[in-house]
């Protein structure tokens, strides 16, 4: 948090593809202890350093986020997060059967703590009730089998109050999670100073080398509009050299080419002209298998099997986030660089 400064705020702002409360960069987010801190205080006055992450992957399906106790505070119950675009019937219906895991993993009921980031369906709304007086803005509903309570905060329980400054900070969270702004300077609160610690762990998250593959695409993309220029310029002074221009009418082809490619647009490619392997651009932390996965596949297919016009890789992406898929990618490009070869692995093997 420390390495972005306060004056690098007001001119930095986030990819659409890691905007507060996306997939990605809200379980980045809730992972840091400053968040971790921020929701465990605020839900049952924990001291922070108490929580740490543990892992939410149960045999078909994964939750969000889930915060255990450290050694010596086992006492306490576990904490699951979820953020979601849309709370609806069949969305609590999943954390209820998220919740039932909890209990058989860590033998207990769990505190949840539902961020609602777009719209809720007015029949689950129904369900829930301001928790206490002094945080209206926390709902909850009953659900004393499944969980010691069920916690909600949307766009609807916030969004008709006046708060006073500094802001609650897990007031603060819940708004940087649903104006998801790009920048600090165009939030509601951007002088709030959880507000700007929040953006602050943002940006040092994603410089941190887990979207690599982003700023790599800005670079091949600077450098192909470079080329671009430089054989513009050329081409006017081999207007009488044919062979000449079409060396360079096929430099400015390809770069052209490149450049959409790794823009993340669909073009086809000129078989004369050979492009650079499309190797994996994402730190690797561990040895894993880097193969798509046959439901993210089919998942894709059935995109592009239902859009019109130009493939839109960004709108498959947020898609599949949203319903708990394509979870390996961060960005666009990396997405359609696996499907790429994932279609090409398919085809060699129906060939032999």
């Not at 762990?201 to 887990?210: P, Q, V």
Request: with cysteine; net charge neutral.
């Amino acid at each position: 948090m420390d390495t972005i400064a306060d004056a690098d705020l007001l001119t930095l702002n986030l990819p659409m593809d890691f905007l507060p409360g996306t997939d990605k960069a809200s379980k980045m987010i809730l992972k840091h202890q400053f968040a971790i801190d921020i929701i465990t205080k605020g839900l049952i006055n924990a001291p922070e350093g108490t929580y740490n992450v543990a892992d939410a992957d149960w045999n078909e399906s994964r939750s969000d986020v889930l915060y255990t106790t450290r050694l010596g505070a086992s006492q306490l119950p576990p904490i699951l997060i979820e953020v979601q675009n849309v709370v609806n019937t069949a969305f609590l219906q999943c954390v209820i059967s998220y919740a039932l895991n909890v209990i058989k993993m860590h033998g207990g009921l769990p505190i949840i703590l539902i961020f609602g980031i777009g719209s809720s369906a007015k029949c689950s709304l129904v369900n829930f009730s301001p928790a206490t007086t002094a945080k209206s803005w926390i709902h909850s509903m009953p659900c004393n089998v499944w969980a010691k309570s069920c916690n909600l905060i949307s766009k609807e329980t916030i969004s008709s109050f006046d708060y006073d400054a500094p802001l609650d900070p897990l007031l603060a969270l819940s708004l940087f999670f649903t104006e998801q702004q790009p920048s600090l300077y165009t939030h509601s609160h951007h002088k709030d100073p959880t507000i700007i610690a929040l953006y602050k762990i943002a940006h040092s998250l994603m410089d941190s080398g887990l979207n690599i593959e982003s700023n790599f695409t800005s670079t091949v993309s600077n450098i192909c509009s470079t080329n671009e220029r430089l054989f513009q310029k050329l081409q006017e002074h081999v207007d009488g050299l044919p062979k000449a221009k079409k060396i360079v009418d096929k430099g400015i082809e390809y770069n052209s080419k490149l450049k959409r490619r790794y823009n993340d647009e669909d073009s086809s490619c000129s078989e004369e002209l050979e492009y650079p392997d499309k190797l994996p651009l994402k730190l690797q932390t561990a040895s894993r298998s880097t193969a798509m996965s046959e439901s993210d596949f089919s998942f894709i297919n059935k995109f592009k099997g239902s859009s019109k016009g130009r493939m839109n890789w960004a709108a498959c992406l947020t898609l599949g986030h949203n319903e708990k898929l394509l979870e390996n990618y961060s960005t666009p490009a990396s997405l359609k660089v696996s499907y790429s070869r994932a279609k090409k692995v398919l085809k060699t093997n129906h060939n032999k």
